[in-house]
């Protein structure tokens, strides 16, 4: 079987259906309709195997920063794998590519974010930290500190110890996750949670949970606090603007390191290089991921600050921990190539300056349709939530994410990828897209909405919770 020329689609999908499990997904579900066959992608544009083509809203999975097919890419992943294809960096031995993206790294990232730690993606950087902020406090001669704080809804990966890390309750409930000492504190998510709070208010009161978490806990026993910028997967969820200067205020007078997960945000998303430069966040350690490589291939990087890389080497010892992929040289030589290019086409400052401000100006007025109940966004991710009485910004009165899921299909059908998180709807596009692309995915949202509320209408789906 060749990759080129390939099957029709219906082999295709009848070889998938038989063969692969898929990463979260109800394989019963897809296998009565068949997956969708992807073949090939430039700039911002999808091709499956029906010729059919589709805007990627969501540049992949928040991870194809640069669009597709970039030739540059391609070449310095061939160029590196004709010099080096692989070697591991355990037996005291470097190379190239991962001494020069690592310097990079530091050069780029905010503060004494200075050292890095390789991993292969964002779960595996996350697992890191965890052993690695347990390690610096018993380093310290404080082995009791050993619980992270994390928050409800939030996304960190899908391995035992980051999926415990993150707080989404339905992967929590397979599994028996999450593992013994990771608590979460309920997040910032002022749409679906504040009540009468104005939006400075519950921020502040949902910072000083950590405080009371914190306080619960005992000082003594908290190892770090990690959180996202701005929630991705748990649907672009924008903390109001009262609410990191206080959580950096409890980071500053607690005896805890903050972590702060970029995966997402990381690497220009929210118009800076990262999102603790937009939210001004002062992390110890910052996980990346996804659009480091653009998504080219599988890379993540703990970015860790003088003060626990210092610790560690002073009092550490061997850090008994890596992977066999750590620092892999093709990957890291596509992400220097990533950041050379990202820098020299300015494209963080056309997202802040330029695109992100269009996009913004356009989105907010999908805030007048009357399936939705708010417009935000932050850079290149936007949300909308889906309301079946936007006055009162009611929910659906039947079961949650079915509207979004049904908003999904026809998104798709009408040529644009739009991702549903229960019933909002996020976009994260490619950071090169245009002016004249942001315009067509407007009136593709726009268009599917208009089809979504007859849909559900006419499904008898239009009421609101209570
Ligand atoms: C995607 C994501 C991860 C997990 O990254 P993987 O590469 O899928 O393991 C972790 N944190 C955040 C914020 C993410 O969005």
Redesign the pocket.
């Known amino acids: 079987m060749k990759l080129e020329n390939h099957l029709p689609t219906r082999q295709l999908q009848a070889l998938d259906s038989a063969h692969h499990i898929h990463p979260f997904t109800d394989r019963g579900a897809l296998n009565a309709k068949g997956a969708r066959m992807i073949t090939r992608a430039e700039g911002v544009y999808l091709y499956d195997s029906e010729g059919e083509k589709m805007l990627d809203g969501m540049a992949g999975?928040?991870c194809v920063n640069l669009g597709y097919s970039r030739p540059e890419l391609v070449e310095a992943a061939s160029r590196q794998m004709s010099q080096l294809a692989y070697y591991n960096t355990f037996f005291q031995t470097s190379h190239p590519p991962a001494a020069i993206l690592a310097a990079r790294l530091a050069e780029l990232a905010p503060g004494d974010l200075n050292h890095v730690f390789f991993s292969g993606?964002?779960?595996?950087t996350?697992d890191t930290n965890i052993r690695m902020v347990r390690h610096y406090w018993a380093s310290l001669g404080k082995p009791e500190k050993t619980v992270i704080i994390a928050r409800k809804n939030a996304?960190?990966?899908?391995t035992v110890a980051?999926a415990s890390l993150g707080g989404m309750a339905f992967m929590h409930a397979q599994g028996g996750l999450p593992i013994a000492d990771i608590t979460h504190i309920d997040q910032p998510y002022w749409y679906g949670e504040a009540g009468d709070l104005s939006p400075d208010e519950f921020g502040l009161q949902r910072a000083r949970a950590l405080e009371a978490e914190i306080d619960r806990i005992g000082e003594d026993k908290v190892a770090a606090f990690i959180a996202?910028p701005v929630q991705?997967?748990g649907g672009v969820i924008i903390p109001p603007d009262s609410y990191w200067p206080e959580i950096q205020r409890i980071c500053d007078e607690r005896e805890i390191l903050l972590i702060a997960?970029e995966?997402?945000t990381g690497f220009g998303r929210t118009g800076n290089w990262f999102g603790s430069q937009t939210f001004d966040i002062r992390p110890d350690i910052m996980?990346v991921?996804?659009g480091i490589t653009s998504g080219y291939l599988p890379l993540?990087a703990s970015l860790i600050s003088d003060k626990v890389a210092g610790v560690l080497q002073e009092k550490g010892g061997e850090f008994a921990h890596g992977y066999t992929y750590s620092a892999h040289p093709v990957a890291a030589a596509v992400a220097i190539e990533n950041l050379r290019i990202l820098d020299e086409e300015k494209v963080v400052e056309t997202v802040r300056n330029k695109t992100a401000p269009y996009l913004e100006q356009q989105w907010m007025k999908l805030a007048e349709h009357s399936l939705v109940g708010e417009a935000r966004i932050c850079g290149m991710m936007a949300a909308i939530e889906l309301s079946p009485q936007k006055a009162e910004r009611s929910a659906f009165a039947g079961d949650a994410g079915v509207a979004g899921l049904i908003t999904r299909d026809i998104c798709f059908a009408n040529g644009l990828v739009m991702r549903s998180v229960g019933d909002a709807m996020v976009i994260s596009p490619p950071l090169v897209i245009t002016n004249s692309e942001i315009d067509e995915l407007i009136s593709l949202a726009i268009k599917s909405l208009d089809m979504a509320e007859k849909a559900l209408s006419e499904q008898g789906l239009m009421k609101a919770a209570k």
Not at 121 to 124: A, D, L, R
Request: charge should be negative; hydrophobic fraction near 30%; aromatic fraction near 10%.
């Open positions: 999975l928040w993606s964002g779960s595996e996350n996304y960190h990966g899908s980051a996202e991705g997967a997960d995966v997402i996980t991921a996804k993540g």
